[in-house]
């Protein structure tokens, strides 16, 4: 296989879209864009659903949990589990029948964020997590505490992803298989020690080398008009950033 056949979208692949608040934010409390505005989660959920997509949850090989239905699919993530992923989402995930995968901060439920002080905002209950769950909302692990796995310590990284599968499943009495990096950051001992964890899946927040611990997901952020977004949905995002990529570092296909 050439290397320029090698970047093209398989008819099997799966874009994975990355979300974390669904709020209106001001740019002191978002500097990185990452809040998208309810009603623009609602016009992108809007598109999904016009355009014939189906949403699967990740499992640990992060392929669909159920068989999916013919057609498009397509999986959306939220990383650590913020309060309005149950206020402002979750409504509109359920009137288009779509579910979704949380990737929760398992220390931290019903409390406000921890990792980043400076800008407190609120995680959603263990209660909404539970009603999330029973339509269909896989949860799955963020660690228990948000470190950088790739700067911690052997135990403590261990200690933070067995601990953390272990609350979701006592919580909420499903498998929990996979696991979302924080802050993206990993490196190849992440992977073994997820591996090593009882993972069968580990994602990343942006481009990656691919393969079961090192999965790639599409951010969404506030600046995506809808053609953008299309162009994530679509599976030639990843593409797309693969060739912007090579340009700026000076490589060729």
Request: proline share 6%.
């Amino acid at each position: 296989m050439s290397r320029a056949r090698a970047f093209l979208p398989r008819r099997d692949d799966l874009p994975v879209l990355l979300y974390h608040q669904v709020a209106r934010t001001t740019r002191d409390e978002d500097p990185a864009g990452l809040a998208v505005a309810p009603e623009t989660f609602a016009a992108q959920m809007k598109y999904l659903h016009d355009h014939g997509f189906t949403t699967v949850t990740l499992d640990g090989s992060g392929a669909a949990a159920e068989s999916p239905a013919p057609g498009r699919r397509i999986a959306i993530t939220f990383d650590d589990g913020y309060l309005d992923n149950y206020t402002e989402a979750f409504p509109i995930l359920q009137k288009y029948r779509f579910t979704a995968t949380v990737f929760l901060v398992t220390d931290y439920p019903g409390a406000l964020r921890r990792w980043e002080p400076a800008r407190p905002v609120p995680l959603l209950t263990w209660s909404q997590a539970e009603e999330m769950s029973r339509y269909g909302i896989s949860f799955q692990s963020h660690t228990c505490t948000h470190p950088d796995l790739s700067r911690c310590g052997r135990r403590a990284a261990l200690d933070e992803l067995v601990r953390s599968r272990e609350t979701l499943e006592n919580r909420l009495g499903r498998p929990v298989r996979a696991l979302a990096y924080p802050y993206g950051r990993f490196d190849r001992r992440s992977g073994h020690l997820a591996e090593e964890a009882g993972y069968r899946s580990a994602w990343g927040a942006g481009m990656t080398a691919g393969g079961r611990f090192a999965g790639e997901r599409l951010q969404v952020t506030s600046g995506d008009g809808l053609p953008l977004f299309a162009l994530k949905a679509s599976g030639w995002g990843g593409v797309v950033r693969k060739l912007r990529h090579l340009a700026w570092w000076g490589g060729s296909l």
